[in-house]
Nanobody
């Protein structure tokens, strides 16, 4: 099945931007719905953005207007563009892919927003 690997996390200042990448291997991402989730230690993992198998995006309210999810089908990549970052966006960000009853997760990449 598909394997996922996130990259692009790091330290940014409040109001700054960051672009996360998720490289998929073992399958073609066009076959999957995909998404980005984030988690703070001791807290529940929450949805950041998702994109359907037909490339329709979804965002929770806190992400609307700031975050953009997209796919590069040629290179089998998923991206999350994050703008206007806030300290409360600090978390480990995870890429996922789902098809039918199968769900795959990446290992996560750390995002820290601090001045």
């Amino acid at each position: 099945q598909v394997q996922l690997a996130e990259s692009g996390g790091g330290l940014v200042q409040p109001g700054g931007s960051l672009r996360l990448s998720c490289a998929a291997s073992g399958s073609i991402i066009s076959l999957y719905a995909m998404g980005w989730y984030r988690q703070v230690p001791g807290k529940q993992r929450e949805l950041v953005a998702s994109i359907s198998s037909s490339d329709s995006p979804y965002y929770p309210d806190y992400a609307k207007g700031r975050f953009t999810i997209s796919r590069d089908h040629v290179n089998n990549m998923l991206y999350l563009q994050m703008n206007s970052l806030k300290p409360e966006d600090t978390a480990t960000y995870y890429c996922n892919a789902g098809r039918g009853g199968f769900v795959a997760w990446g290992q996560g990449t750390q995002v820290t927003v601090s001045s």
